[in-house]
């Protein structure tokens, strides 16, 4: 199917979703005045759960295959438009023992993980794809009456990039001054850098000091502050074995299919410009220059 032709379905699949979501909202209004008319409050929480339930599979059958449309079929022309060589599958992520690997977070009790995109540019490795994790929470009244929640500790984009410097140890960077890997029994110290404005904006930790100095140069530490604009939300570096990992706490879904607006040409650059990320990480750290290899 030609770009054109796709946009077009997609724009009719969206129309259809935004009729269905007027419909369901008259729906819920139906079924709770019909539980007004029984004449008690239980009819009007009964009729209005009846309204919702049916809404939301309403609703949520279309709003499906409208997602799946999108990511088949218009994400890999996307992203051929950045004339990068990727890989994408909407269903598979980062995997969580590799997250886990670099020790920037705690276990979580629950793990999500989709939209992995992966390759190589200019030699280096990487892949990337969005994480959420969240902790369970057990808490119980004073009837006895237990309840479970799970509270999201991060949700956002997760980098790995092959850093092509073995070493002994860990190094992190932290916006939010959190030092995560006291739970994996890591012997850390937190550092000081020459950078004023590097040390205000993040804390550092590493498991030695000279490897620290060594692998987070004025140039490199200059990069990251300027990378950390770039995004919304906090970030996350953890420099560890070969691997460099960025994590960007910002709450968002990428490569999502709008609702309320169509998909133009404005919204398919923002999604080009979100994907030629992976390879300007590489380009802004310097991640390619070959003295950082052994």
Known sequence: MEYNQL????????QVIKKRMLYSIGIIIVTLLLGLLIGNSQGIVFGGIIGLVFSVAYVGSSASKYKQAFKNQLMPLIIAKTGMDLKYDYKDGVGKNTVMGSKLFKKPDRYHCEDLMYGTFDDVQFMASDVHMEEKHVTTDKDGHRRVEYITYFKGRWFVYDFNKEFNGIIQVREDGFFGGAQWGLNVEKISLEDVEFNKKFKTYASNQHDAFYVLTPTLMVNMKNLEKRFPGRI????????LHIAIYSSADSFEPPIFKPIDDAFVSSQVEDILILKQIVEELRLNRKIFKQ
């Open 7 to 14: 946009l077009e379905q997609l724009e009719s699949q969206r």
């Open 236 to 243: 996350y570096f953890s420099f560890i074995g070969s691997q």
